[in-house]
């Protein structure tokens, strides 16, 4: 094992060989001893300034008046070049040629009333940096003349207000009376309601429902006289007809027996005649002539039959007077029926008339529910209404009061109601002020990546490098030294540059040296070991090179440096939050501009030596395989 | 065991992988106190890795390295305080002075700066760089940078020099220069391994040769050990005029004379024989009646290329199968060549004559 002292002397012996190395380059030794002279005065020189200048303009105005020429004027007395153009499109020109930094253009009349008028700015982004910063002047100054404006616009504003408030009072009362018309008409409609709804208007309180029941009783008394007429006719016929039945039979009979007598008579007679022609005297013991006695009973018979053909003639005189009778029956029974039936058509007509009244009533009925109900709504409509011109006559009021009570009516007031203004934390004068802790990190970032990965990649080139591997040095020795070549070098640029921007520019570093040192330390080396990792990585020197420059390009494209990171995309805005360029930058100034401590910032230090440590790691491992390539 | 002494180095059964490629294999070597030991092999055979693995730049995959009969083979550090390493990539910087790289070398073998001092001023006299100790070394010619590259290695005195190609892109009188001081340098008590592929200079200054082919020791002993084992045989060399060598070779075949192997190469014809004084006389015989002029003579024992070329293309043949062996007989048959010149051909790459008959046995 080798001893510390030995080690050391190993390590120092390393270093001198890798400064020896380094200076007997002379494009190497130029770079590292006048680079921070050459870089610090550049940087002084350009950013020791307070604002802005030898700035160009073009302008385009539709037509010029005292506002554009104001705006003009104001542009001129804050030294910038205005270009006047004919046309928008040559305005515009004038900027996309390089030829002016900004176009503003004047639409319309900027003090007249017209609706149509606005200032447009054409700009550049592609020069995003610049085009905040003239943006920023240049709107100032419109800006001013604007808000004369405004203020004017507001006096305007407040007079019209005004003028609202006082025709609003006089217009009060017209609404007052409004709603008292309004509740007068409710009241009258709610009368006209109720008097309505007391009416009965139906078919039962007419006593339509008692006459109908009447004439229902009446036609059912008629369809019962008219069946029991009925009954009686047809009864007395029934009885005519068996009447007339029975003598019919009777003279049938009687016929018949007349016939039979008549037989009989003619029998007798013949009889009779025989008898006659008999001479009966002879005959003893009769003591009666048989032909008188036969034509006694002829004449008997003769007068019987006479007699029984009269009775015959006196019942067919009967049958006749029964057919008068059945004829006056039925035309009794028919012109009964015709009378009930005519009663019946007349209690029919009356119901239906009566139906119809009913009906009529009942629809009467429905359409005084139906006004009943539009005028409850026309009520309740008017409650609603009356409702709303209260809040009308409320608000009017309270609108009334409030521009009564009206506190500010100062047009200024109105335009500049909070007075922003904007105080330096720090008492700088120039822009170096702000943006040295970002110098200092780009000049410490760049020079270490680079410086270290070029020593990396020129050892890695140089023959002796097997030589060393061969050697019973631990490799991370190798390592050691380059890193110490490297924060000496860098370490000592650094207090250059800290000294000649005290010393030149006025930038203060003495009040917090020892903080300011040790963050230099720590930042240099995060990115010397990512330099020499690269270096490490990487088998050519060109590629070596260009990843140093492509890594620190990154780092600086991702930081505030160009555009703020806040407004970088959400994702990426994130990641750049830990971009050591950003975390070393906000330490430095904390450091620089604010003069904390160290331990002021001891969240961005802890996660710098979180870096440190990783970044030690992943150099050894790059230094491995490394080692593997050069088997 | 040479002589009486135990050897200083021995490499026991020592396998190296690199990657996927197993690059040596079972490779078994003594080397003795204060010799000077040849490695030949060609490209790929395997010699820097040996050298880097002897070094510790390596790490052995399986096997030991025995120091004076200790394992040394994870001793890191010993070994690389017991090893220098030469190379021919003048592995310094070239933006210190000569001085500057000595005492940079020495210090990272922490040797004490007295003895640094001293021992740069003693190595810058050793190669003769003395006088240049305060130049940058870029400014240095190709054999001065050679030289000065090993003086580095000998910086912390080490036991053991190991130089791969130490006069590899010199010139003869640069080579011949190094090799001096190789042989200086053995003189001081430093045993020497040397890696070449220039196998004459190997076998004129080396005490002991190990041949290496494809990560295989094939043989290790003296340039002339090795010569005689493998041809006991003298080459007849002759350049004749106008030089119709093929009715020449036909004319000594033709005579049955005691010659092994025949060949024509860079316009001269080359019979190995083991009647030199023989052959050489009938074969006058034969250029004079065939109206040829001698131009050139000379009777050698085979270089140690020949050797070499012998191992090699044996070990190639041993990989090859009897079948592949019939078929290289029966299309060098249909060719034209003799079953004799074939036989003769086959003996000469180190063919067994037993496997040589039986393939023609089958053949027939």
């Known amino acids: 094992m080798i001893d510390t002292v030995t080690y050391s002397k190993i390590v120092y012996e390393m270093i001198k060989k890798n400064f020896r190395n380094i200076l007997r380059s002379k494009s190497s030794a130029l770079i590292i001893l006048l680079g921070p002279f050459l870089i610090i005065l550049l940087i002084g020189l350009a950013f020791n300034t307070t604002g802005l200048h030898n700035i160009k303009v073009s302008i385009y105005a539709e037509e010029t008046n005292d506002v554009f020429e104001e705006i003009v004027t104001s542009l001129k007395d804050n030294e910038f070049t205005v270009i006047d153009s004919t046309t928008e499109e040559e305005c515009i020109d004038f900027v996309k040629n390089g030829e002016a930094h900004i176009c503003i253009s004047f639409s319309g009349d900027l003090t007249s009333d017209e609706i149509e008028r606005k200032l447009t700015f054409h700009v550049d982004y592609s020069k995003v940096n610049l085009v905040f910063s003239i943006l920023n002047v240049i709107t100032h100054e419109v ?141 003893d013991g009769l003591d009666f002539d048989p032909c008188d006695e036969l034509g006694e009973i002829e004449d008997s018979l003769d007068e019987a039959i006479s007699q029984a053909e009269s009775a015959g003639d006196d019942f067919d005189e009967i049958v006749s007077q029964l057919d008068d009778v059945r004829d006056d029956l039925d035309t009794a029974l028919e012109s009964q029926q015709e009378i009930l039936d005519a009663a019946s058509e007349n209690i029919e007509s009356l119901s239906a008339q009566l139906g119809e009244s009913a009906t009529k009533i009942d629809e009467l009925g429905n359409q005084r529910d139906s006004i009943v109900a539009d005028l409850d709504e026309m009520i309740s409509a008017l409650d609603e209404n009356l409702a709303t011109i209260d809040d009308i006559q ?219 440590i990783i970044l030690s790691v992943i150099l050894y491992m790059c230094e491995m395989v490394d080692k593997r390539r050069l088997r | 065991m040479q002589g009486n002494q135990p050897p200083l180095i021995s490499c026991q059964n020592v396998y190296k992988k690199l990657g996927m490629n197993l690059i040596l294999k079972n490779i078994n070597l003594d080397i003795y106190p204060n010799e000077i030991f040849g490695i030949i092999g060609v490209s790929g055979a395997g010699k820097t890795t040996l050298l880097r693995s002897l070094i510790g730049f390596y790490k052995i995959n399986h096997g030991t390295v025995l120091y004076q009969d200790k394992d040394i083979s994870k001793q890191t550090e010993l070994i690389r305080k017991i090893f220098g390493f030469g190379s021919q990539d003048n592995c310094f910087y070239e933006k210190l002075t000569l001085f500057e790289n000595l005492m940079y070398f020495g210090q990272l073998y922490a040797v004490p700066e007295k003895e640094r001092i001293q021992r740069a001023n003693e190595l810058l006299g050793l190669v003769g760089l003395a006088e240049d100790k305060n130049t940058l070394a870029k400014n240095l010619s190709g054999g001065m940078k050679r030289r000065l590259d090993l003086a580095c290695s000998l910086m912390h005195s080490p036991k053991i020099l190991i130089l791969d190609e130490p006069t590899a892109g010199l010139d003869p009188g640069l080579r011949k220069h190094m090799w001096d001081l190789i042989m200086k340098i053995n003189k001081t008590g430093t045993t020497v391994i040397v890696s070449s592929h220039l196998l004459s200079e190997i076998e004129h200054f080396c005490t002991r040769i190990g041949i290496i082919n494809h990560g295989e020791m094939l043989k290790v002993g003296p340039p002339n050990e090795l010569k005689d084992l493998y041809s006991r045989d003298e080459e007849i060399h002759l350049e004749t005029w106008p030089g119709n060598y093929k009715q020449i070779a036909d004319e000594i075949r033709k005579q049955r004379l005691p010659v092994n192997y025949l060949t024509v190469k860079e316009h001269k014809i080359i019979a190995y024989t083991p009647q030199a004084e023989f052959v050489l006389h009938k074969v006058l015989i034969i250029l004079e009646n065939m109206r040829e002029r001698l131009l050139d003579v000379s009777v050698d024992k085979p270089s140690l290329n020949e050797v070499f070329e012998a191992l090699t293309e044996k070990q190639r043949i041993k990989g090859i199968s009897e079948d592949k062996l019939i078929e290289y007989i029966k299309s060098a048959l249909k060719k034209g060549a003799t079953k004799d010149k074939i036989e003769q051909t086959l003996l000469h790459q180190g063919w067994p004559e037993d496997v040589i008959n039986g393939a023609m046995i089958k053949i027939s």
């Open chain 1, 143 to 283: 800006d001013s003349i604007a808000e004369d404006l405004s203020v004017e616009y507001t006096k305007l504003l407040i007079e019209q207000m005004d003028a609202t408030a006082q025709e609003i009072s006089e217009k009060s009362s017209t609404i007052t009376s409004l709603a008292n018309n309004a509740e007068q008409m409710q009241q009258n409609l709610e009368l006209l309601s109720a008097e309505l709804k007391s009416m009965q208007v139906d078919s039962d309180s007419f006593g339509l429902s008692d006459v109908e029941s009447q004439i229902a009783d009446s036609s059912s008394q008629i369809d019962e006289f008219g069946a029991i007429a009925e009954e009686t006719t047809e009864s007395g016929l029934a009885l005519l007809d068996e009447l007339e039945s029975y003598i019919t039979s009777f003279e049938t009979e009687l016929q018949t027996q007349i016939d039979t007598i008549e037989d009989f008579d003619d029998t007798v007679s013949s009889y009779a005649t025989l008898a006659c022609s008999f001479d009966f005297s002879s005959v």
């Open chain 1, 394 to 612: 409320t608000g009017i009021e309270e609108i009334s009061d409030n521009l009564a009570n009206a506190e500010i009516t100062d047009p200024e007031q109105i335009v500049n109601p909070i007075l922003t203004q904007i105080k330096p934390i720090l008492e700088s004068k120039s822009y170096l002020d702000y943006t040295m802790p970002a110098l200092l990190v780009l000049v410490v970032m760049f020079m270490s990546i680079l410086l270290s990965s070029t020593i990396v990649m020129t050892e890695k080139n140089t023959r002796a490098y097997f030589r060393n591997y061969i050697t019973p040095v631990p490799d991370v020795t190798f390592l050691l030294s380059i890193y110490l070549t490297n924060i000496i070098i860098v370490f000592i640029q650094g207090i250059i540059l800290l000294f000649i921007a005290q010393l030149a520019f006025g930038v203060s570093i003495f009040a917090n040296l020892i903080s300011i040192l040790i963050a230099l330390i720590l930042i240099s080396s995060i990115f010397i070991l990512l330099g020499m990792s690269i270096g490490y990585l990487f088998v050519s020197e060109e590629t070596g090179t260009l990843a140093s420059i492509s890594m620190a390009s990154i780092f600086l494209l991702f930081s505030s440096f160009l555009i703020p990171i806040e407004s970088l995309s959400e994702a990426i805005g994130a990641i750049a939050k830990y971009n050591p360029f950003v975390i070393s930058e906000s330490v430095l100034r904390q450091l620089l501009i604010f003069g904390n401590s160290i331990f002021a910032a001891m969240n961005d230090v802890m996660l710098l030596l979180f870096y440190l």
